[in-house]
Nanobody
Framework: QLRLVESGGGLVQPGGSLTLSCTNS????????YAWFRQAPGKEREGVAC????????NYAESVKGRFTIVRDDAQETVFLQMNNLKTEDTGTYFC?????????????????????WGQGTQVTISS
């Protein structure tokens, strides 16, 4: 398993923005599907956004569409989750995950089990 490292969490007021970062120390980020999941206390881990290996396909949870953007910077070997217009319900621990399917254009948020590689998580709190 590959260990991922997230950063960028924090406390933000509703309506604010945050950008989370995810990187790994072993492989080029363009060789894998990357996704962001989040987990609120007492709730199941849910998929937020994913990006295909080619970078041509991005999928988002309905609750974040139009507010969150997943992007990849190959030069920095980093995947970002740009979060705008944050709401209190966005509060939770955000995890970066990856796996390497054969397809260049596929990514899915249906199940965390699909992803064998995880980071330790970064806390995002939206509160006034």
């Amino acid at each position: 398993q590959l260990r991922l490292v997230e950063s960028g969490g924090g406390l933000v007021q509703p309506g604010g923005s945050l950008t989370l970062s995810c990187t790994n120390s072993r492989f080029n980020v363009e060789t894998s599907v990357y996704a962001w999941f989040r987990q609120a206390p007492g709730k199941e881990r849910e998929g937020v956004a994913c990006l295909s290996r080619s970078g041509s396909t991005a999928n988002y949870a309905e609750s974040v569409k139009g507010r969150f953007t997943i992007v990849r910077d190959d030069a920095q070997e980093t995947v970002f989750l740009q979060m705008n217009n944050l709401k209190t319900e966005d509060t939770g621990t955000y995890f970066c995950a990856s796996y390497s399917p054969p397809s260049q254009t596929f990514c899915a948020l249906d199940s965390p089990i699909r992803y064998p590689n995880w980071g330790q998580g970064t806390q995002v709190t939206i509160s006034s």
